[in-house]
């Protein structure tokens, strides 16, 4: 669970534009201060992508030219040795199917259930559906810490720890998205429903033939990020995983630089560039609806 | 958005009272007494400290044993952590969760931890059953192996609750290329003083470039050598009380630090890959038990590699660490259990361990002095397993996690040059000594 | 309104009633159950957990509210809190400036491929995992392997030693949890931008409103509510700060970088001190209730709303 404050609603579909209109605006005169700003901005994008070139760099290197002062940015003499040596110290497809399934269980069923609780809160006016959202609504200020320790006990009572389940049943509730969602549902007009009423639709016909079709932007943007998130997530997998099979990548990736015997540099660095190259390829690939979904959640992953 | 706010301050109101209402969250306690089960089948589990290098070596050894005993199913569990603190506090936990773990193979950092908390059986009667071969076993050991076995791993009431395994003591495998280059000899009977250590390093340095050592603050591989070698510790003989401020340990973590001030050391913080720089011909000596030889193999550097004792200003010093077996209370195959510990104290396990590639010298001298464990290996390999006679069993007291934080990070503030030795070393003498209740 | 409120009136309303009732509450118990076993009832239990000692071998013992004297007389706490609040608030000015920044500059930006080489650039960092990330800076700031040291040797600049001085650690992690997560920040600024009507900038400047008077008269003030919320999202997630310090620092050295959460996980995780960690736990739920609590009282004082 992420504590989150609840967001101010932001325009996700206006930053795409504001982005996409950079360079369109041929009215504005090229001034002086333009251009600084422009050189500024390059410059520090170069900063930014540097220490992922010289990742990139080294992984290809071959080892005894590594690491070299002063720094390389080719990586000369090549090699892809490092990418297979990789599998020597880590089951790394092991654990990347492992974060991939994880990732697919949270984000698939935290979002079926939250859709239908959301579905709840927004059209059906049963007693006490305030109160229990308010309820759940408190909850995010509780910090994910604060629980792990109960749900970590709970999890060895019943024998889950060393898991992938230990982390992907507490993953299936996830409170903002019941919010969110049913907020979103609300901005759907009531109309719609009561036509379909008519029709004879019942409540799983309006839900998945209606609402959900018409909430597409938003189911989409929480999957992305609650995807990313369970992806990425280090917090849990440190506490309830520990035999090398059963990691997550981000849990195995630390593990290859611990310790006795522990990975070759370039060994470790070809580890972590066989995890962002893939990441930087989907994120060119859908570069709208990721900046898309963080700018209309408020959501930090 | 105001609305908001009341809504939630009326929640939190509303789940403080549903909490007082909620109950049954009851948390039970460990498994029950387990039982003997046959001593050729049956599934066992076999916990161990490894990442995934090891674990290779460890399935090929269990491979070997299923063809001794086919109806044994092993299911070996490693677990990759970084020390044996952590190795422990994990094992303890998943064993107090109820998980079915028969033999946790622990080395000297963590057996306080699990001989104090009464989760394994008494190896006596098992012993007895099989005195033959238990026998052979100890007279094979050096005396120190089994003598440090019983005086720093019996159970609470001084029973046998552990059968040492192999060890780790701690030696420097030199890059010859790099020595030969600066034209420094190597020590010939692998003996050589701080003051020999540092006239070598300044010489590479002027030559080469290259580095001499590494300086890091790890307990098991920079403290304890460094104290070691003069006369120094962390704690006293039987761990009772800290001695980590001692004239001869303040000497210790001032000449590490001085190895760092005349560059001959690369700056600590950060990640500095020791195989890579050695490799690279960048760093002259490699630290380690016999786990380097990995490395040293991988690199295809057996041949330019030779391995010496510590340097000394004292004396001879080294720490030493060694694995040990155990069965936990409730295991329910005790027998079968018993039958695999029986085999991993076999001279043909033993071999056959050291030859794929096992990262720890052979508790049987007959093994380590053979073949399977000097083939393939640096010139000088036996030191390792000589270094025996002059080790010291690393101080490991039952909050061993917290007091291996305190002496790596007094040591590492000292070594950074962020803090006097004197100073640094009598906090940390103040926070281990109430770590042991003073 | 509702279309049940319409349906009352008709004939075999009550069923109707309580078909909806019942029709809610199948729809929201898969969520109500777990959020009863995944949050309610470890809450209820963490609360719980905080009177008892507890290392998960040994049964447990009450003991009343020792966990809670010790945590007001902890030694350790006062520092754990400073270094806790002085990494959420440099991590809030940092990431305000710096993404407001930005901002301003992608949004007044004329070459469209440089806007979009910044857009890679700043977000896509914030993508990759703080376990990728704190590895690779690991090395990067290592004084012999990385870049950083390795260029200031050669041009004979003298770098404090970032991850081995306690006066420079907390920095580092601050700097590159910036690096990490600015992306965010920048996204959430640039959205903000689009907040502010071009027609008052426009008649701003026809006024002869300077550029800076722009600024600082017309797009703040508009975009306080995104200012606010980015304030607030930023310090809940650096008040939690941990996988960076576990990875890069382990809260050292001497101290100078453990944060509140490292300390719980230190507590609970390896020193197998349930009870404390989870009485250390409460006290991160009650700083970080009470920061929710102002963000919503100080909403409306500073907080210019349309």
């Given at each position: ?301 | ?77 490693g677990i990759p952590s970084g020390n044996w603190a952590t190795f422990s506090t994990t094992v303890a936990t998943r064993l107090a969760g109820g998980q079915k773990i028969d033999i946790i193979q622990v080395a000297t950092e963590g057996q306080r931890l699990f001989a104090s908390k009464g989760i394994l059986t008494d190896l006596a009667p098992y012993i007895e059953q099989d005195q033959d071969v238990v026998d052979d076993y100890w007279a094979d050991l050096s005396p120190n192996l089994v003598k440090f076995n019983e005086e720093y791993a019996s159970g609470p009431d001084g029973e046998t609750v552990f059968i040492p395994g192999g060890f780790n003591t701690m030696a420097m495998y030199l890059n010859k290329s790099v020595f030969e280059k600066a034209g420094v000899p190597i020590p010939e009977d692998g003996n050589w003083t701080w003051d020999e250590f540092v006239a070598a390093g300044k010489q590479i340095k002027e030559k080469t470039g290259a580095y001499l050592t590494g300086a890091g603050s790890g307990y098991f591989v920079d403290v304890m050598p460094w104290l070691t070698t003069n006369g120094a510790s962390t704690f006293n003989e039987d761990w009772s009380e800290p001695t980590y401020n001692t004239p001869e340990a303040v000497e210790s973590a001032e000449f590490a630090r001085s190895l760092v001030e005349m560059g001959l050391a690369p700056k600590p913080g950060g990640q500095f890959d020791g195989n890579t720089a050695f490799k690279q011909g960048k760093l002259a000596t490699l630290n380690g038990g016999r786990w380097p030889v990995l490395g040293v193999r991988d690199m295809d550097m057996v041949d330019q590699t030779v391995v010496v004792n510590w340097p ?127 | ?306």
């Amino acid at each position: 669970m992420t504590t989150i404050p609840l967001a101010p609603p932001v325009p996700g579909d206006d930053v795409l534009v504001a982005l996409e209109k950079a360079g369109r605006r041929k009215s504005r005169r090229r001034t002086p201060g333009g251009v600084v700003v422009d050189v500024v901005l390059v410059v520090f994008g170069i900063l930014m992508i540097s220490p992922l070139v010289w990742l990139i760099v080294q992984s290809l290197t071959v080892p005894e030219f590594a690491f070299a002062s002063p720094p390389s940015w080719l990586p000369i003499p090549f090699t892809l040795q490092n990418f297979a040596d990789v599998l020597d110290y880590m089951p790394f497809f092991q654990q990347f199917g492992n974060s991939l399934l994880l990732a697919a269980i949270s984000t698939a069923g935290a979002l079926l259930f939250s859709i239908l609780a959301a579905y709840a809160f927004a059209r059906i006016d049963f007693r006490g559906s305030r109160l229990l959202l308010v309820i759940m609504l408190s909850a995010l200020m509780v910090p994910a810490q604060l629980v792990i320790i109960p749900i970590f006990i709970m999890m060895r009572q019943v024998g889950l720890v060393d898991t992938l389940a230990s982390l992907w049943l507490p993953a299936l509730i996830n409170v903002f998205q019941i919010f969110f969602l049913s907020q979103y549902f609300k901005t759907i007009p009531r109309e719609l429903d009561e036509a379909a009423r008519i029709d004879g639709a019942g409540h799983l016909w309006i839900l998945f033939r209606m609402l959900v079709p018409l909430s597409a932007p938003a189911i989409a943007a929480l999957a992305i990020l609650g995807f990313e998130a369970s992806w990425n997530g280090y917090f849990g997998p440190l506490i309830f995983l520990s035999s090398p099979e059963n990691m997550t990548l981000p849990l195995g990736l630390v593990t290859l630089q611990n310790g006795f015997g522990a990975a070759p540099a370039v060994v470790v660095f070809a580890a972590i560039t066989m995890v962002v190259l893939p990441l930087l390829v989907v994120f060119l690939a859908f570069q709208r609806q990721i900046v898309e979904s963080v700018a209309s959640t408020g959501l930090k992953g | 958005m105001h609305k908001r706010m009341k809504g939630l301050a009326k929640a939190a109101a509303v789940t403080a009272a549903a909490a007082l209402l909620m109950t049954g969250c009851t948390a039970g306690g460990g498994g029950g007494g387990g039982s003997e089960g046959s001593p050729d089948s049956g599934d066992l589990s076999f916990v161990y400290m490894g990442d995934a290098d090891q674990q290779k070596a460890f399935n090929a050894l269990f491979a070997e044993f299923n063809k001794e005993y086919p109806d044994i199913k092993l299911k070996a569990v490693g677990i990759p952590s970084g020390n044996w603190a952590t190795f422990s506090t994990t094992v303890a936990t998943r064993l107090a969760g109820g998980q079915k773990i028969d033999i946790i193979q622990v080395a000297t950092e963590g057996q306080r931890l699990f001989a104090s908390k009464g989760i394994l059986t008494d190896l006596a009667p098992y012993i007895e059953q099989d005195q033959d071969v238990v026998d052979d076993y100890w007279a094979d050991l050096s005396p120190n192996l089994v003598k440090f076995n019983e005086e720093y791993a019996s159970g609470p009431d001084g029973e046998t609750v552990f059968i040492p395994g192999g060890f780790n003591t701690m030696a420097m495998y030199l890059n010859k290329s790099v020595f030969e280059k600066a034209g420094v000899p190597i020590p010939e009977d692998g003996n050589w003083t701080w003051d020999e250590f540092v006239a070598a390093g300044k010489q590479i340095k002027e030559k080469t470039g290259a580095y001499l050592t590494g300086a890091g603050s790890g307990y098991f591989v920079d403290v304890m050598p460094w104290l070691t070698t003069n006369g120094a510790s962390t704690f006293n003989e039987d761990w009772s009380e800290p001695t980590y401020n001692t004239p001869e340990a303040v000497e210790s973590a001032e000449f590490a630090r001085s190895l760092v001030e005349m560059g001959l050391a690369p700056k600590p913080g950060g990640q500095f890959d020791g195989n890579t720089a050695f490799k690279q011909g960048k760093l002259a000596t490699l630290n380690g038990g016999r786990w380097p030889v990995l490395g040293v193999r991988d690199m295809d550097m057996v041949d330019q590699t030779v391995v010496v004792n510590w340097p000394t200003n004292a004396q001879n010093g080294s720490p030493v660490g060694w694995d040990a077996w155990n069965i936990t209370k409730n295991s329910e195959n005790k027998q079968a259990a018993w039958t695999f510990i029986k085999f991993l104290m076999s001279k043909e396990a033993g071999e056959y361990f050291a030859t794929i590639g096992g990262t720890i010298v052979p508790a049987r001298e007959s093994v380590a002095n053979s073949e399977a464990f000097t083939g393939n290996a640096p010139e000088g390999t036996v030191r390792l397993s000589e270094a025996m006679g002059f080790a010291t069993p690393i101080p490991s007291i039952d909050q061993g996690a917290e007091a291996q934080k305190v002496i790596e990070e007094a040591w590492g503030t000292i070594v950074a040059g962020q803090g006097e030795a004197q100073p640094t070393l009598d906090a940390a003498q103040d926070e281990l000594g109430s770590l042991v209740g003073e | 309104m509702s279309s049940d409120t319409i349906t009352a009136r008709r004939p075999g309303a009550l069923l109707q009633r309580r078909r909806a009732e019942a029709a809610g509450w199948l729809f929201v118990s898969p969520a109500v159950l777990l959020f009863i076993v995944f949050v309610a009832a470890p809450f209820v239990f963490a609360i719980a957990l905080a009177f008892l000692e507890w290392d998960l071998l040994t049964p447990p013992q009450f003991v009343g509210l020792a966990n809670f004297e010790q945590l007001f007389t902890d030694p350790e706490l006062p520092q754990v809190l400073w270094n806790t609040f002085v990494f959420a608030i440099a991590s809030i000015v940092t990431h305000l400036v710096f993404g407001l920044l930005l901002a301003l500059g992608v949004n007044n930006l004329i070459s469209r491929s440089i806007g979009y080489f910044a857009r890679v650039a700043i977000f896509f960092p914030f993508l990759i995992s703080w376990a990728a990330v704190s590895l690779l800076w690991k090395y990067v700031l290592d004084p012999t392997f990385g870049y950083v040291g390795q260029y200031a040797a050669m041009f004979g600049i003298e770098l404090p030693n970032f991850l081995a001085d306690p006066a420079w650690a907390l920095p580092a992690i601050i700097f590159i949890d910036l690096w990490h997560t600015l992306g965010f920040t920048f996204i959430i600024m640039l959205a903000g931008l689009q907040t502010v009507p071009s027609e008052l900038v426009e008649a701003a400047r026809t006024d002869g409103a300077t550029g800076w008077q722009i600024f600082w008269n017309v797009t703040l003030p508009l975009m306080s509510p995104t200012l606010f919320f980015a304030t607030i999202i930023t310090f809940i997630g650096a008040f939690q700060i941990f996988d960076p310090i576990q990875i890069i620092t382990k809260g050292g050295p001497q101290g100078s970088t453990t944060t509140i959460i490292m300390y719980l996980y230190e507590k609970g995780f390896q020193a197998f001190d349930m009870g404390y960690a989870a009485a250390v736990a409460l006290l991160v739920f009650v700083i970080i209730m009470g920061v929710t609590l102002l963000q919503f009282i100080g909403r409306r004082k500073w907080v210019h709303e349309s």
